[in-house]
């Protein structure tokens, strides 16, 4: 990663022949040799109380090319909602535990906020959303599930059914998991996405994170960062603000008459989000 330009816009490097080997020092891993240590390792973490601030929610597991292919394509479901992402390449698979109450809020929030900035274009029902979509890239080598995503669901002639945007909400992962996801996200071969916003939890100092990042000549970079913290019985947003969305970035088109322009989320919106948030932890 790189700075480049303001102290709020940073780069980050293009997704190489690694994408989820790098994060074997921040993430706990460990060894499996078929589907039944996978189930076995999944059900003991996922019997740690996730209501916990510090819970970890992922486990990267490395096995073989044989017991990799049966999970990714196992018709067990219970097996399936725990597949976070994949890289048959490596053979290494990222599980991601039942979310914490937290993670789940601030995706499903961060939809209903976007909804509520669409309605004065009339654009409510314009959007397809991604939730937890299993997207391919590097020839289906690999494969990742967002947070949640969006799409126009009116899109170009041959333009693939993935979404243009993307959410992933960090809540007890590292920066680097962040960076591994947005650099998937914003691959033109992978992800194939135009923005990725991140959520960054931080329950303890009561601070939530809001990053957007897009491609732009060729690089990925960091666009902009809000901060919204609760200081005493006060919201305070600092940052950049509004919160922008790009219109044509999203819905892969031009905008349309007087009303159509670019997304912007303001203050307000992003307070009663933080508040929303912050209730199930009983932190406002």
């Known amino acids: 990663m790189s700075l480049n330009g303001?102290?709020?816009?940073?780069?980050?490097?293009?997704?190489?022949?690694s994408f989820l080997e790098d994060l074997r020092p921040f993430i706990r891993s460990t060894r499996i040799e078929n589907e039944s240590q996978f189930l076995d390792n999944i059900r003991r973490a996922s019997q740690i109380n996730h209501s916990e601030i510090n819970a970890c929610e992922y486990i990267l597991f490395c096995t073989d090319d044989s017991t990799i292919h049966q999970i990714i394509h196992s018709k067990n479901p219970?097996?399936?909602?725990?597949?976070?992402?994949?890289?048959?390449?490596?053979?290494?698979?990222?599980?991601?535990?039942?979310?914490?109450?937290?993670?789940?809020?601030?995706g499903g929030e961060f939809h209903n906020m976007l909804t509520d900035a669409l309605q004065p274009m009339g654009l409510t029902r314009a959007l397809k959303p991604y939730p937890a979509a299993r997207i391919y890239g590097d020839e289906e080598n690999r494969g990742k599930e967002p947070d949640h995503g969006w799409g126009p669901k009116?899109?170009?002639?041959?333009?693939?059914?993935?979404?243009?945007?993307?959410?992933?909400v960090a809540y007890s992962e590292t920066d680097r998991k962040l960076q591994s996801d947005i650099r998937f996200w914003l691959s033109p071969s992978n992800g194939g996405a135009n923005i990725c916003l991140t959520v960054k939890l931080d329950l303890l100092r009561s601070n939530i994170q809001i990053e957007n990042w897009r491609r732009s000549q060729n690089r990925i970079r960091r666009k902009q960062i809000v901060h919204i913290r609760r200081n005493s019985d006060k919201l305070i947003v600092t940052g950049d603000l509004p919160l922008s969305i790009p219109f044509e970035d999203?819905?892969?088109?031009?905008?349309?008459?007087?009303?159509?322009?670019?997304?912007?989320?303001?203050?307000?919106?992003?307070?009663?989000?933080?508040?929303?948030v912050w209730d199930d932890y009983d932190l406002y």
């Open 250 to 276: 999203l819905f892969l088109r031009k905008t349309e008459g007087p009303r159509e322009h670019d997304i912007e989320i303001f203050e307000g919106d992003l307070k009663e989000y933080a508040r929303t």
């Open 154 to 168: 009116r899109k170009p002639p041959r333009t693939e059914d993935r979404p243009s945007m993307v959410l992933e």
């Open 6 to 17: 303001s102290s709020n816009e940073l780069e980050l490097d293009d997704l190489g022949s």
């Open 78 to 106: 219970y097996m399936n909602k725990h597949i976070s992402a994949f890289d048959l390449k490596e053979r290494l698979l990222l599980a991601k535990m039942s979310p914490s109450v937290a993670h789940s809020t601030a």
